[in-house]
């Protein structure tokens, strides 16, 4: 049974950072693609990040230059190091696992974690 687990989103001023991690079980890295996303209420879910099963990263291009997503296979966890924080990314964040190839495309993820709210004060 596939679980994710998302963690480590709080409270920050503007400019500050956060470490979003997400613990996998039930998975490997090497068959599933792990995606990061946000969503404010009333608004879509949109991607941030991801870290295909070759490890290689991408990333939206709000995120570029700003956050750092990573995995760490004897973990089983990726993290989104997010720096230099605005007020616009503050959001529910998800962890998503999927088979197919890293994509931004919401329908291709498959197991979901529960989400950990950013708040980034200006």
């Known amino acids: 049974d596939v679980q994710l687990q998302a963690s480590g989103g709080g409270l920050v001023q503007a400019g500050g950072s956060l470490r979003l991690s997400c613990v996998a079980s039930?998975?490997?890295?090497?068959?599933?693609?792990i995606g990061w996303f946000r969503q404010v209420p009333g608004k879509v879910r949109e991607a941030v990040a991801c870290i295909a099963k070759d490890g290689a990263t991408y990333y939206d291009d709000s995120a570029k230059g700003r956050f750092t997503i990573s995995r760490d296979k004897a973990k089983n966890t990726v993290t989104l190091q997010m720096n230099g924080l605005k007020p616009e990314d503050t959001a529910v964040y998800y962890c998503a696992a999927g088979t197919r190839p890293a994509t931004f495309n919401l329908e291709s993820y498959i197991h979901w974690g529960q989400g950990t709210l950013v708040t980034v004060s200006s």
């Open positions: 039930g998975l490997s890295f090497d068959d599933y693609a």
